[in-house]
C-alpha cells in the first residue's frame, strides 16, 4: 500500500518567481479531458474553482522515478489529493469546486482516482497546452517536462488567487480553505 506520509527531509522548494504572474491573469479558453470522460473549457467555469496542478500521481505497483525525493517540491501528489479529498465537503461549503491537474493520461489518472477515492475529477494536459499558455513553471525528470506544484483559484476566467510553491503539499488544501474562508 502506498504510504500518504512523506519522508522526512525532503528538500523544500523555493519561490523562483515562476508564478508571480499568474494572479489576475485571464483563463484561457481551454478543453481538458477530465477523468469522468468529459471535458472541461476552463474559461467556462462560474464562480470560485480550486485547480491544483502537479507534477504526477505515482502508483503503488510502480517505483517513482530515480532521485524524485531529491527534486524540490516533486514528492507529494497523492498527500496533496487525499488533502484536498479529505477537505473537499468544506471547500464545497465555501462555494468552490475543485480539479487536480496533471500531464498524465487520464486513464492514468482515473486509477489515481478511483484508488484513492477523490470526489472530483483530474484533468489531464498531456501536450502541457496549460503551461504554454499561461507561462506556468515547469522542471524536467528524465527529460520529461512535469508542472511544478502550484494551486491556482478562480474565479469565472481569472485567477484570484496564487499558492506557489506549494510546500507541505499535504497542507495545501487547508490553506485554501483559510484563503476561501477569508472571502465570503
Not at 484536498?84 to 482515473?110: C, K
Not at 483530474?122 to 506556468?136: F, K, T
Amino acid at each position: 500500500m502506498q504510504s500518504l506520509d512523506l519522508p522526512g527531509g525532503l528538500p523544500v522548494p523555493q519561490d523562483d518567481g515562476g508564478a508571480d504572474h499568474l494572479e489576475r491573469a485571464t483563463v484561457p479558453s481551454l478543453v481538458l479531458a477530465a477523468t469522468d470522460g468529459q471535458r472541461h473549457d476552463l474559461s467556462a467555469f462560474s464562480g470560485f474553482t480550486v485547480l491544483y496542478v502537479y507534477p504526477m500521481t505515482g502508483r503503488p505497483d510502480r517505483a517513482l522515478p530515480e532521485g524524485w525525493d531529491a527534486i524540490p517540491g516533486a514528492r507529494g501528489c497523492t498527500p496533496q489529493s487525499c488533502s484536498f479529498r479529505d477537505h473537499h465537503a468544506e471547500i464545497a461549503r465555501l462555494g468552490a469546486r475543485v480539479f487536480g491537474v496533471s500531464t498524465q493520461s487520464s486513464a492514468y489518472q482515473r486509477e489515481a482516482r478511483d484508488r484513492l477515492h477523490l470526489p472530483f475529477q483530474l484533468l489531464s494536459d498531456p501536450d502541457r497546452q496549460l503551461a504554454e499558455i499561461m507561462s506556468l513553471p515547469t522542471f524536467e525528470d528524465a527529460g520529461e517536462p512535469l508542472y511544478k506544484r502550484l494551486t491556482m483559484v478562480l474565479n469565472a476566467d481569472r485567477v484570484v488567487k496564487v499558492f506557489y510553491p506549494v510546500f507541505p503539499p499535504d497542507q495545501n488544501a487547508s490553506a485554501v480553505i483559510d484563503w476561501l474562508g477569508g472571502q465570503c
